[in-house]
């Protein structure tokens, strides 16, 4: 698309470039996926201020030219999540938010339900009290959801393998969902309150995540990491 464009987005990623630029990684309403030049942002009387850093959702103008990068032209605040800033676990859980749509929503083009749902976990972790965060059921809920929108949900009805319904013990990544007593060579065990955790997470919305003990919790992390890897091929971080 060349010539200027708009577009809502959030910076993934910032990163220092030559004496006085930055690059953004970005994720976008419009266009999915981009990268961006800001020319003299980190200068002390930049016009964009200080607002080109990880989080920031901004409203853009860009300019691509003939390059991979597009150049930004303006950026106004849309939301800039000041309370996640203000402590560490809100930081870390946006980073591992930003990173995990980084690497599964890589193409350049829109995913309106990954630009909302990212969004969304912003403002609960600007909401959530600094002491508790939003807690660990919220990432996962988050990440469930995140696959979703990727288009790798994990099968959570019946064995993944066979379509049985009924003794689902198991979760193999590389069958891609639950699996059944017969079909479970290369799963690990899941119990019944992780599975259930998936069911629900994927049923309600992000801000009404549904509790779970850690253990649960673990393996609900494992299942969604197993699925990426063997069929998005992409490998997340861990998720606290
Ligand atoms: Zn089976």
Redesign the pocket.
């Known amino acids: 698309m060349p010539g200027s464009f708009k577009t809502e987005a959030v910076v993934l990623r910032s990163i220092r470039f030559g004496e006085a630029d930055r690059i953004l990684h970005l994720y976008s309403q419009r266009l999915g996926r981009l990268g961006a030049i800001a020319k003299g942002s980190r200068r002390p009387r930049s016009r964009f201020g200080g607002r080109l850093e990880p989080f920031f959702r901004l409203d853009l103008v860009l300019h691509q030219g003939r390059g991979q990068l597009a150049t930004v032209t303006s950026a106004a605040t849309v939301e800039g999540y000041p309370r996640l800033r203000s402590y560490g676990a809100g930081i870390g859980a946006a980073a591992r938010a930003c990173d995990a749509v980084l690497r599964l929503l890589d193409a350049a083009e829109p995913n309106p339900a990954g630009y909302q749902l990212l969004c969304r976990y912003l403002s609960l972790l600007d909401e959530a009290d600094p002491d508790r965060g939003a807690g660990l059921n919220t990432a996962l809920s988050f990440r469930l959801k995140l696959a979703l929108a990727a288009g790798f949900a994990p099968e959570l009805a019946c064995?993944a393998?066979?379509?049985?319904a009924e003794h689902l013990t198991g979760f193999s990544g590389a069958a891609g969902g639950v699996?059944?007593?017969?079909?479970e060579r290369g799963s690990f065990e899941l119990s019944e309150e992780a599975h259930r955790f998936m069911v629900e997470s994927l049923a309600s919305p992000l801000a009404a995540a549904p509790p779970a003990g850690e253990r649960a919790l673990r393996q609900v992390e494992r299942a969604v990491s197993e699925t990426l890897e063997h069929h998005a091929h992409v490998r997340l971080r861990a998720a606290a």
């Open positions: 064995c393998r066979c379509g049985e699996v059944c007593a017969s079909c």
